[in-house]
């Protein structure tokens, strides 16, 4: 097994795992010990297809979407005790989200040690999900070293102690979709319309679809997105902010 893995390429998960300082003695102790078994599913865990079509992340990812469920429904059930069972799947889906992957991902500067085909490294459009599908095979990894979720919590309770707090603080900035489509529904009128439209066609152009929002006929707010629902959440929460700037009975 340890001939299919570099020595360079131990130094380097080494390097990184130790980097998500994750304040537990037996995992640190894993980690100096440079375990061959762990070190393959590390490995495999930070593979993509396209540079490993046998051996690459995507059993990891699967595993590591149950125990991401599981280690924030245990944070919320400690951390909110009070709060209500709506509230509480509407707090998880967003520390849970592939959008909050990412940006964990990116935060811990994951990419740098993805092993990726030629094809996938020149994918700007599909950068961030492979971020997020990586992110979320290291969880499951991580989980794998001990068959226990206490070192997922420990890591993971970091981040989502401050995250929970913004998304609480302001919950339509994260779902202003579903934000707006409530506030409509209280003021009695129609769903709001999306219109989008291809202006580029570069992938991972910020600008590349423009999308309007229409609500009974009347053009309310536009914006520039790199996909259809990027372009969609922008524009939405831009007619949030204005709806709340004119006090027009948003309650959310």
Same mark, same amino acid.
């Given at each position: 097994? +340890? ?19 994750? +304040? ?30 046998? @051996? ?8 590591? &979407? ?27 889906? *967003? ?5 909050? !992957? ?7 500067? @994951? ?6 085909? =030629?094809?996938?490294?020149? &994918? ?13 095979? !290291?969880?499951? #990894? ?27 603080? #302001? ?5 202003? $979709? ?8 209280? *003021?009695?009128?129609?769903? =709001? ?12 152009? =910020? ?18 997105? =790199? ?12 007619? @949030?902010?204005?709806?709340? $700037? $004119? ?6």
């Amino acid at each position: 097994m +340890k001939n299919s893995i570099s020595d360079a390429r131990i130094e380097e998960i080494t390097k990184f795992l130790k980097s998500l300082n994750i +304040k537990s003695k037996r995992f640190l102790k894993i980690i100096n010990s440079r375990d061959q078994f762990l070190i393959y599913v590390f490995n495999e865990a930070l593979t993509h297809s396209s540079g490993n079509k046998l @051996i690459n992340y995507e059993n990891l990812e699967f595993f590591g &979407d149950a125990v991401l469920r599981l280690s924030a429904s245990e944070f919320i059930d400690k951390t909110y005790k009070n709060m209500s069972v709506g509230k509480r799947s509407e707090l998880r889906s *967003q520390i849970v989200s592939d959008e909050w !992957l990412t940006q964990l991902g990116k935060k811990i500067d @994951i990419e740098k040690v993805i092993i990726k085909g =030629p094809k996938a490294m020149g &994918d700007e459009n599909s950068k961030d999900t492979i971020i997020a599908e990586t992110t979320e095979a !290291l969880i499951g #990894a991580i989980y794998k070293c001990f068959n226990s979720i206490d070192e997922v919590n420990l890591w993971l309770n970091n981040f989502w102690k401050k995250d929970a707090e913004l998304f609480l603080k #302001a919950p339509y900035k994260y779902n202003a $979709k579903s934000a707006l489509q409530e506030w409509c529904q209280s *003021q009695g009128f129609d769903l =709001p319309i999306y219109e989008i439209n291809e202006v580029s066609k570069n992938h991972g152009d =910020p600008k590349r679809f423009f999308c309007e929002i229409y609500i009974n006929g009347s053009k309310e707010a536009y914006c520039f997105g =790199p996909s259809h629902k990027k372009a969609e959440k922008n524009a939405a929460s831009i007619l @949030i902010e204005k709806i709340i $700037k $004119k006090k027009r009975n948003f309650s959310l």
